[in-house]
Every structure is written in C-alpha cells, then in structure tokens.
C-alpha cells in the first residue's frame, strides 16, 4: 500500500496535473510531465513514453514514489537495485514506449 503522499502525486502525474506537497512536485509543462522529489528529476512523461531514475538517490523515499507507477517495481536485494526484477543503475529508464494513451496525454499528433 502507497502513502497517501506517493498516490496523489502518481495520480496526478499520469493525469498531467500540477501538484506539490512536502518533498514532491509535479510540474506540466508543453513538452511532458515531471515528477520530482527533493527537486530531482525521478520521473518523467515525453514524447518517447515514460521514464524513471533513481537521480543518484537509491533511497526507500524514492522507491516507495516510483513504485507507485503501475508497471514499475524498484527494490534492493543484496546492495543490488532491482528494476522490475532485473539489476538497474538507477539511470534514466524508459518503462512505457509512448502509446496512443500517452499521446492522447500529452497531445502528441
């Protein structure tokens, strides 16, 4: 289950609506949806599809926000960070390749 924090700010970055709360912000702009916590790009909404980083913060605070995008589950096992069971540096990751969900989202024609 997801803190209240982590599902209104999931649920307004995939509704691309802006948000800010303690650590975390939502911010729309033209191009995409950023999500940002402690003012750190961790998740983003573009023309390519959407994206995650751990942005050099492999912390459970950034893996309880990022788990609560559907599709995506971040955990350490060993001292290893896992991306939806696979080892992940934390680097910026394409989840979902845009789709016509995703266009209709950020009006992609």
Not at 40 to 54: E, F, H, Q, R, T
Not at 88 to 100: I, N, Q
Request: aromatic fraction near 14%; charge should be positive.
């Amino acid at each position: 289950m997801s803190r209240k924090i982590t599902q209104q700010a999931i649920r307004s970055f995939i509704n691309k609506q802006p948000f800010y709360k303690d650590n975390t912000i939502v911010e729309v702009t033209e191009t995409g949806t950023t999500l940002k916590l402690f003012n750190n790009p961790i998740a983003g909404i573009d023309y390519k599809g959407m994206w995650i980083s751990d942005a050099g913060w492999p912390t459970r605070t950034t893996f309880e926000r990022l788990n609560g995008i559907d599709g995506v589950y971040v955990f350490t096992k060993k001292g290893q960070v896992y991306l939806n069971g696979f080892p992940w540096d934390g680097e910026k990751e394409y989840v979902m390749r845009t789709t016509h969900y995703y266009k209709d989202i950020l009006k992609v024609s």
